[in-house]
């Protein structure tokens, strides 16, 4: 039987169990194309593909990052240089919402599926117990990512979370970062989620994807808040309809109203004109 220690560091919780490493090859031809959404590469998958990609990645044993993106990570794009080329050099960037899916389809990718960060997030997690993967919580609101790794080992059994951990709302100064590089140094996760806003969210994982010993690491936004309960998930057909913003903006309308009612209409009007060849963009490391 593992046993189990409980670390503590400036008022953050760490669980710490053991691990396994596992290598693979993974060769450029494995990786799938691109949809152009505005400039940003959003790659024409689905979940199994997904799952996949990443499983190979992981025993590969190099470093990469996946981001899960929707209306709101493109349109913020548009406005952040920095931002769009984070996105467009992930390992994966996938089709978070149903309109990326919808462009996708457009652009001739017919077997595209809508890859929804929550849901990546519970198929990841059953893959990796059969690969014998281990996992590391990084952010929500405090207490958010210890009640995760509670509902995380209640949803699927044998699930090997080695730690957690709850940042502040703002940067980490210089001794927090070091405390959590030391940690995840010595607890060495396969794959390290992180749970924060888009584009913050973003912008950790390729500052620090170079600096954290882990091989994948993965935004999911809100899904750390959509599996404890504190977010409600909207019912398939909501999602499918591509309504799911409006689901969220009911839940949060002081802290999302800008986000859907601004963002909306400009992604609209933007991709319109893309599709109907009044604009071109253009992916910059295509």
Request: hydrophobic share 40%; aromatic share 10%; with cysteine.
């Amino acid at each position: 039987m593992l046993k189990e220690n409980k670390v503590i560091m400036n008022q953050h919780k760490f669980k710490n169990i053991s691990k396994h490493t596992h290598t693979v090859h993974l060769t450029k031809s494995d990786k799938p194309p691109r949809v152009n959404a505005l400039g940003v590469g959003v790659h024409a998958i689905n979940m199994t593909a997904a799952v996949q990609l990443i499983d190979s990645a992981i025993r590969k044993g190099t470093k990469n990052y996946i981001c899960v993106t929707g209306v709101h990570g493109i349109i913020e794009a548009q406005k952040d240089i920095q931002f769009r080329q984070i996105l467009n050099n992930a390992f994966l960037n996938t089709p978070d919402g149903m309109p990326a899916v919808w462009v996708g389809k457009l652009q001739g990718f017919s077997e595209m599926q809508r890859v929804f960060g929550p849901d990546l997030m519970l198929e990841i997690c059953k893959m990796s117990v059969q690969k014998g993967y281990t996992h590391f919580l990084y952010g929500g609101n405090t207490g958010v990512a210890e009640e995760l790794y509670l509902r995380l080992n209640s949803l699927v059994p044998g699930i090997n979370i080695v730690g957690t951990y709850s940042p502040p709302f703002r940067p980490l100064n210089k001794s927090e970062e070091a405390e959590l590089l030391n940690l995840v140094a010595h607890l060495k996760p396969d794959i390290f989620w992180v749970g924060l806003s888009t584009p913050k969210q973003e912008k950790f994982l390729a500052e620090y994807i170079h600096k954290l010993d882990t091989k994948v690491m993965i935004g999911v936004g809100a899904a750390f808040d959509i599996h404890v309960g504190r977010l409600l998930d909207a019912s398939n057909w909501v999602k499918n309809f591509g309504l799911q913003w409006l689901h969220r903006l009911l839940q949060e309308p002081s802290r999302l109203w800008k986000r859907y009612l601004i963002n909306n209409p400009i992604f609209l009007y933007k991709i319109s004109t893309q599709l109907l060849g009044i604009k071109k963009y253009k992916i910059e490391n295509e």
